[in-house]
């Protein structure tokens, strides 16, 4: 008595993964190109905006980091996008900034904070934010400082309601127009600094904090990415130094109602 055994020849294996990778392709192509989003940090200015967002400009900042290699525009140009990214604030391009600058005979940059009232003028913007680059190092671990200061025109960058007149208020003030303290011939209404050392690990954290949502989890650098490419690492400490302005401006105005609050 004989008995038959199936064998399986090279050709029927190649025939056989071939449908098993058929069945299965779709299945697994769906796996992997799923992926789960997170949405990105995002700021959010502390001003009243039921008459709208205000309006900010940037100027190019100065290079003060002792070397050359630094672009100031592209700097320029990530605060300008982090400006533009907060919520309740909107920011002009940095060339419209510049053109109004050169039709002011600035081409030297605001040297006062009285060019910085007039330029507010003239792009009827609320604010100003100057700044300089203080520290550069591209090569990895990076290193980037930037310092910036706000300045405000009188009336914005208020939490409070310009529609709504207190009389009393009114009878005690020089003007009729309700506002934190601000002026541009003065000092700037608020300033942040901000060191950010890619060897330091408070600034890993904050750089990895910053990637949840603008980088691949699945590449190969993963959050990463941000160190390894200057342009990037700028984009972040931009955004860094842009929420310190933030978050001092929410404590300014925070300290300005507490005072009117107390005052008879």
């Not at 300008?80 to 081409?107: D, F, H, W, Y």
């Not at 006062?112 to 007039?118: F, G, I, M, R, Y």
């Not at 650098?221 to 984009?235: E, F, I, N, P, Q």
Request: glycine share 8%.
């Amino acid at each position: 008595m004989t008995r038959e055994q199936s064998m399986l020849t090279p050709g029927r294996v190649l025939i056989l993964l071939g449908v098993v990778a058929a069945l299965l392709g779709p299945v697994l192509g769906g796996c992997v190109a799923k992926k789960t989003l997170f949405p990105p940090t995002v700021l959010i200015a502390p001003y009243d905006t039921s008459e709208g967002e205000s309006l900010w400009a940037v100027i190019p900042p100065r290079n003060e980091s002792g070397t050359s290699v630094v672009d100031e525009r592209a700097v320029g140009d990530a605060i300008v996008q982090s400006v533009q990214a907060t919520r309740g604030l909107r920011c002009l391009p940095l060339n419209r900034t510049i053109e109004a600058m050169r039709a002011l005979k600035m081409e030297n940059g605001v040297q006062t904070p009285a060019d910085a009232e007039q330029l507010a003028i003239t792009l009827g913007c609320d604010g100003i934010v100057a700044g300089s680059i203080t520290a550069y190092d591209p090569y990895e671990p990076p290193t980037m400082g930037l310092s910036l200061a706000l300045y405000a025109r009188p009336g914005a960058l208020t939490t409070q309601r310009r529609d709504v007149v207190d009389p009393y208020q009114l009878t005690r003030s020089f003007t009729d127009t309700p506002y934190v303290g601000s002026n541009f011939k003065g000092t700037p209404v608020t300033v942040a600094s901000e060191i950010l050392d890619a060897r330091d690990h408070s600034t890993l954290m904050a750089v990895q904090d910053y990637a949840e949502g603008r980088s691949d989890k699945q590449s190969a650098l993963g959050w990463r990415v941000h160190l390894a490419s200057m342009d990037l690492y700028t984009k972040f400490a931009a955004h860094q130094t842009v929420r310190r302005l933030l978050d001092e401006e929410w404590l300014r105005l925070a300290r300005e109602v507490s005072r009117q609050n107390r005052s008879p």
